[in-house]
C-alpha cells in the first residue's frame, strides 16, 4: 500500500504566498528537473473534480448553457460528454482551426460515437481514452469545455494567477457569501507522468495527459498538461464522482498503488482578499494576462492592470 504525503499551509499575505509556492523553495527545491510537478490555481476552495463531474451551481450552470439534454443518469451524462466533444470537433474542423492527432482514424473514431449505443453500452468510455480523441478531449478542456479530465500547470506561477484571477472575479460579482473561501494553489507531485505503469495495454488507474502546444499559443504559455482517472477509481457509475485527494488514497489502497507511490499533495491556501496584492506581486515577475492569454487583446488588460495600481 502507497501512502500519500499531503500538506495544507495557509498564509495570510501575498508575499508569503507567493514564496511558498516558487519552485527554488522548501517544497520543491531539487525535484525541478527530473521528478513531475503539476500545479493548479483556483479562485475559490472548490474540490478536485474535473468540470463534467460537478455538481456545485457554476458547474451545473455551464453544462446546461451548453445542451438541451436532461441529464437524470449516468447514461445521460455520457451521451452529454459524447455531444460536447462531436460539437467542439465539427466546429473548430468548420472553421479550419487545427485539430491535434487529425486523421482518418480520428474521424472515424468520432463517426462511430455518433451513436448514442457505442457510447453507452460499449465503450462508455473507452472511445475516448483508447484512441486519437484524447487529444482532442484535452483541448476541448483547455477551451471551457466540460470534460473528465483535471487541468494542471507546470509552472507553480501560472497556478497562482490563476487564482488571483478567479478571486478577483469573485469580488467583483459581490458573492460576499463567499469571502470566507481562500483562493488555493494545489501542488501534485507525480513522478509517473507520461510514464507506462503496467505492462497490460491501456491499463492505468491514472494517466498523465499532454496535448500540443505548437499551434496553440493559450496551451504553450500556459503550460498546460491534464490527468485521467480510469471510472473504476472515481464513483462515477453512482452518481458521485470523487474529489482527486479521495482518489489518490483510494488508488494507493488498492492493486494499483505503485501509480501513485511517491506521489505527494500540496494545498496553499490565502484570502481572497489578498488576490489583487498576489497579481501586482506576479506582474512584477512578468506573469501578467499578456503572457497567460498571449494576444494583443490581453495588452489592455495589461495597461488596465498598471492603472489600477497607480504604475505610470
Known amino acids: 500500500m502507497a501512502e500519500i504525503e499531503y500538506v495544507e499551509e495557509n498564509y495570510l499575505t501575498a508575499?508569503?504566498?507567493?514564496?511558498?509556492i516558487l519552485p527554488t523553495e522548501k517544497y520543491f527545491q531539487g525535484?525541478?528537473?527530473?521528478?513531475?510537478?503539476?500545479?493548479r490555481g483556483q479562485g475559490?476552495?472548490?474540490k478536485l473534480v474535473p468540470s463534467l463531474f460537478?455538481?456545485?451551481k457554476n458547474g451545473e450552470v455551464k453544462i446546461k448553457s451548453m445542451t438541451r439534454h436532461n441529464i437524470d443518469s449516468y447514461k445521460d451524462l455520457l451521451v452529454v460528454e459524447k455531444n460536447f466533444l462531436l460539437d467542439f470537433f465539427s466546429i473548430a474542423d468548420k472553421r479550419g482551426f487545427p485539430i491535434p492527432d487529425d486523421s482518418q482514424e480520428l474521424r472515424s473514431n468520432l463517426n462511430d460515437a455518433r451513436m448514442d449505443h457505442y457510447?453507452?453500452?460499449?465503450?462508455?468510455?473507452?472511445?475516448?481514452t483508447l484512441g486519437k480523441v484524447l487529444s482532442l478531449t484535452a483541448l476541448a478542456q483547455h477551451y471551457g469545455v466540460p470534460t473528465r479530465l483535471l487541468d494542471w500547470t507546470l509552472s507553480s506561477l501560472c497556478a497562482a494567477y490563476f487564482a488571483a484571477e478567479g478571486g478577483i472575479k469573485r469580488e467583483n460579482n459581490g458573492k460576499n457569501s463567499d469571502n470566507e473561501s481562500p483562493i488555493v494553489v494545489w501542488g501534485f507531485y507525480y513522478p509517473w507522468f507520461g510514464l507506462r505503469t503496467s505492462m497490460v495495454k491501456n491499463s492505468y488507474s491514472l494517466r498523465g495527459i499532454t496535448a500540443p502546444g505548437a499551434s496553440n499559443p493559450n496551451l504553450k504559455a500556459q503550460q498546460g498538461v491534464f490527468t485521467l482517472v480510469h471510472p473504476d477509481y472515481t464513483n462515477e457509475r453512482d452518481g458521485d464522482f470523487l474529489p482527486f485527494d479521495v482518489i489518490?488514497?483510494?488508488i494507493a489502497s488498492s492493486s494499483r498503488s505503485r501509480d501513485v507511490s511517491s506521489c505527494k499533495l500540496l494545498k496553499f491556501t490565502l484570502p481572497v482578499t489578498k488576490a489583487g496584492d498576489l497579481l501586482r506581486l506576479l506582474a512584477q515577475l512578468d506573469v501578467s494576462p499578456s503572457s497567460i492569454y498571449p494576444g494583443y487583446h490581453s495588452i489592455v488588460a495589461d495597461i488596465q492592470n498598471r492603472k489600477s495600481w497607480g504604475v505610470p
Open 119 to 128: 457510447v453507452v453500452n460499449k465503450y462508455p468510455v473507452e472511445w475516448i
Open 54 to 56: 460537478r455538481k456545485d
Open 44 to 46: 475559490q476552495d472548490w
Open 15 to 20: 508575499r508569503e504566498f507567493l514564496y511558498a
Open 248 to 250: 489518490l488514497e483510494k
Open 31 to 39: 525535484d525541478i528537473l527530473t521528478p513531475t510537478w503539476l500545479f
